[in-house]
């Protein structure tokens, strides 16, 4: 890569402007250097010539034309100079005044309306110029009334736009077709370090275990680029300090719990069936914390094929006698690790039959997401308490009896796959009563 592509983005940015201006001025030079020279100027004798002889004046490439026709419409307003003039023209005819017609033909577009804005309205005789014959003919144009009742137009041939506007449009045209290309090479080079950062970010937001920043680009992307690789790094070990620091806590736990199983033999009858059901209850409650703290660690990603994966986990409960069923179901694969997902879906589905007494699937694609649809009939849960049921060891409201076992890290470690995967779970009251379990993930490329 270039010095000039890792220097900071103040330094590119000036360059960027620094070498604008300077091409911009080159263009205005070349631009001024290929127009015509100045060439002679038309006279009043000119027009008058033009006007006896109905003949087009060249001078130098420049023409002044002649025009047979009726009246022009419009000349009618005369300013200051335009009645000097008509005067002027007519003396060198030698025909009345009113056989003669000057519009005031400014280059610059608007020019001519402007000058009749601003220019009254001129009664009364006015003079001719003095030496009519030489005065210079510009940015006018005149029409003289023929023998036959018809008029003939004299004026300038100039761009519809007059010089001054072909200069400004020619300089422009050169301006976008130089700079234009020059400015879209400078911010694609520019925004490509910063767009592959962006996306980067957003794969390692999804737990993508391969995301990996790469130091290029300006130098404010690359210093920002290995700050978030080392706190992507300090995470990543922090998390699995933490998974390791659970699972020795569990050991250590299980380990007394097995003797209190030994002890508990001894004791009377009607007391030992109570020490038991505690026991495993915290036995569950430390493998429910251990799978959640897993969870939440970096995942292995394949391409997996969802519907048959929900299809068969479908199955395997309904071969149970659990009354789960799988409707519409699109075709969809998505990049997950397999064990996590089989648990996420698994929780689910074990909600659903384990509180409502059976669940219906819909799989479906929105855009570039998987969506899972879990409904139950059950009784559901207050709104105020749908969010809160996804923090960790939260069981619901009075209508979860406590009998049905869990320990309310469910749906917590439901959620912490679901995100570590790019994705999402949430929970629907549903209209006709029930719960909908809603899991987002995003489909794969190669997702039909």
């Not at 060439?39 to 420049?62: I, K």
């Not at 009113?98 to 400014?106: Q, S």
């Not at 929900?310 to 789960?324: F, I, Y």
């Not at 007494?357 to 929105?366: F, S, Y």
Request: aromatic letters at 4%; glycine letters at 8%.
């Amino acid at each position: 890569m270039s010095r000039l592509a890792r220097a900071p983005l103040f330094v590119q940015a000036i360059g960027l402007v620094v070498a604008t201006v300077i091409i911009a001025q080159l263009i205005t030079l070349a631009t001024v250097a290929a127009l015509p020279g100045v060439h002679e100027q038309f006279t009043f004798g000119d027009v008058a010539g033009a006007a006896r002889s109905l003949t087009p004046v060249e001078r130098q490439g420049q023409y002044l034309t002649v025009f047979v026709g009726a009246r022009p419409s419009g000349w009618e307003r005369d300013s200051m100079v335009e009645r000097r003039a008509r005067a002027t023209l007519a003396q060198l005819l030698d025909v009345p005044e009113e056989n003669v017609l000057i519009d005031n033909d400014v280059e610059v577009p608007g020019g001519d309306l402007l000058m009749r804005l601003t220019a009254p309205a001129v009664t009364g005789p006015v003079p001719p110029m003095d030496d009519g014959a030489d005065v210079m003919f510009e940015d006018l144009a005149a029409a003289v009334r023929l023998a036959d009742g018809r008029w003939v137009v004299i004026a300038t041939a100039t761009h519809w736009l007059g010089s001054a506007g072909f200069l400004m449009l020619l300089w422009l045209a050169v301006n976008i077709l130089v700079l234009g290309p020059l400015a879209w090479l400078f911010t694609r080079r520019l925004v490509r370090p910063i767009r592959a950062f962006a996306e980067t970010a957003e794969a390692a937001g999804r737990g993508d275990p391969s995301a990996s920043f790469t130091e290029a680009g300006p130098s404010e992307v690359r210093k920002a680029a290995r700050a978030l690789d080392e706190m992507q790094r300090r995470i990543a070990a922090s998390v699995e300090e933490r998974t390791r620091l659970i699972a020795a806590i569990a050991h250590d736990l299980r380990t007394p719990l097995t003797r209190l199983r030994f002890r508990a033999e001894n004791v009377p009858a009607d007391q030992r069936e109570k020490i038991v059901a505690d026991i495993e209850r915290m036995d569950s409650m430390i493998g429910g914390v251990l799978a959640f703290a897993r969870g939440e660690t970096r995942v292995e990603r394949l391409r997996l094929d969802l519907t048959a994966l929900v299809q068969s986990m479908v199955d395997d409960l309904a071969e149970t006698g659990a009354k789960v069923s799988l409707g519409e179901a699109a075709a969809i694969e998505v990049l997950a690790d397999p064990i996590a997902l089989r648990r996420l879906i698994g929780n689910l589905l074990d909600n659903a039959v384990r509180y409502a007494g059976g669940a219906r699937c819909r799989l479906l694609r929105e855009k570039d997401e998987a969506v899972l649809l879990v409904e139950d009939d059950g009784p559901g849960i207050k709104e105020e308490s749908l969010e809160r049921m996804f923090t960790p060891f939260e069981r619901g409201d009075a209508a979860r009896d406590p009998a049905t076992g869990g320990v309310g890290l469910g749906l917590a470690l439901a959620r912490g796959i679901a995100r570590a995967h790019g994705g999402d779970v949430r929970l629907v009251r549903r209209k006709q009563g029930g719960l909908c379990a809603e899991l987002r993930l995003p489909a794969s490329d190669g997702a039909g």
